[in-house]
């Protein structure tokens, strides 16, 4: 039997689900006493009637709180600031420029003006594409500097007002008329049309919800942890052995075919197995310690990141004095091994490469 283990909530997150809790138990508190304050229920005519009225008023006051907090949050949360909100950038006065030019251009008895739904959708269109275009450029021209845009935003807000001021002191008198009843909000004449509209919008804009996590499965009883080591290196033991030999060729180019430093003889000499048992006289020795460090300069990939000639031109020069000073009773493959060793171990940290059997652990 499987048993999952999940993390159990922090405090703060406690804290706000009793604070939300509340809140939602205030705004349903609340919204109960709007619609039963004051209501004749002796009369069902009346009481139909009221909530008649009231209903609509009361969706249209959770909408508008739902979508004015939720904008006020995004904002808050953006400029870490909790005292502002989206007014600074202008964008009630860019409403009323934008409402106030479709009845200035298209006129109050358009379709467009007429219905109430066409004439939201292109009040939400056009405020959208409009504020896209200016934000977006002022936070590019800004390099995203929230406060410059806050800064500009103040001065659009009285720019746009000054438009929409222009083109209402020179509208059609009735059609400003008709105008200024949409410009103001008022809960006393909602447009009970836009209703659904307007939820549709706020559904599409709202956040989707986070995955749920999968919960991590624990094992019911404790594994052996050696009896599992046994076991995959069992497994690793019969890959090497019984499986066929992995060909790396394709990776690992000749390094003849790519030789344009060692002659033929020199090749042959690099590429030949020799065994410490076999003798050095003192010029081989020389010979070696020079074709080691020309191995360093043109094949070790590290090369310049330890210093490059500037470094390893001291270290060989080194090595060489290292094997005048060494004792002559010692063998000189030995020598050689030890003075590259010595030299080489606190320059080249590298725990991939090898001097003899010694590794330069970094």
Request: hydrophobic content about 45%; proline content about 5%.
């Amino acid at each position: 039997m499987n048993r999952t283990s999940t993390a159990l909530p922090s405090a703060s997150y406690r804290a706000n689900v009793r604070k939300v809790t509340l809140l939602a138990l205030l705004v349903l508190l609340a919204a109960v006493c709007y619609m039963v304050v004051a209501v004749n229920f002796g009369s069902q005519q009346l009481m139909l009637y009221s909530m008649k009225i009231r209903t609509p008023k009361l969706v249209v006051m959770l909408i508008t709180a739902f979508a004015i907090g939720g904008a006020s949050i995004v904002f808050q949360s953006i400029i870490n600031n909790t005292i502002v909100t989206p007014c600074l950038l202008g964008m009630n006065s860019l409403y009323t420029l934008i409402h106030t030019a479709v009845v200035f251009f298209a006129g109050s008895g358009s379709l467009l003006a007429r219905s109430a739904n066409l004439s939201f959708a292109a009040d939400v269109i056009l405020m959208g594409i409009v504020a896209t275009i200016i934000y977006s450029y002022l936070f590019q021209k800004t390099n995203h500097n929230v406060l410059y845009v806050l800064l500009i935003g103040t001065v659009l807000s009285s720019f746009f007002s000054s438009i929409q001021t222009t083109l209402t002191r020179v509208m059609d008198p009735n059609e400003y008329d008709s105008l200024l009843s949409t410009l103001v909000a008022d809960f006393e004449n909602i447009n009970s049309e836009i209703i659904v509209f307007a939820l549709v919008l706020l559904a599409g804009c709202a956040p989707a919800p986070e995955p749920t996590p999968e919960p991590t499965p624990t094992p019911a009883a404790a594994v052996d942890f050696h009896a599992f080591l046994d076991a995959v290196n069992e497994k690793r033991r019969a890959v090497i052995e019984d499986g066929e030999p992995l060909d790396v060729s394709a990776w690992t180019p000749a390094f003849a075919d790519q030789n344009t430093t060692f002659t033929d003889g020199e090749m042959e000499l690099l590429l030949t197995p020799h065994g410490p048992e076999e003798n050095l006289t003192m010029e081989q020795a020389r010979e070696d310690v020079e074709t080691a460090f020309t191995l360093l300069r043109t094949t070790y990939g590290a090369y310049e990141y330890f210093g490059g000639d500037q470094v390893f031109d001291g270290l060989r020069e080194d090595a060489l004095a290292r094997l005048e000073e060494a004792d002559p009773g010692l063998p000189l493959a030995d020598v050689v091994a030890e003075a590259l060793y010595t030299v080489l171990s606190p320059v080249v940290r590298d725990g991939h490469f090898a001097v003899g059997r010694r590794h330069l652990f970094g």
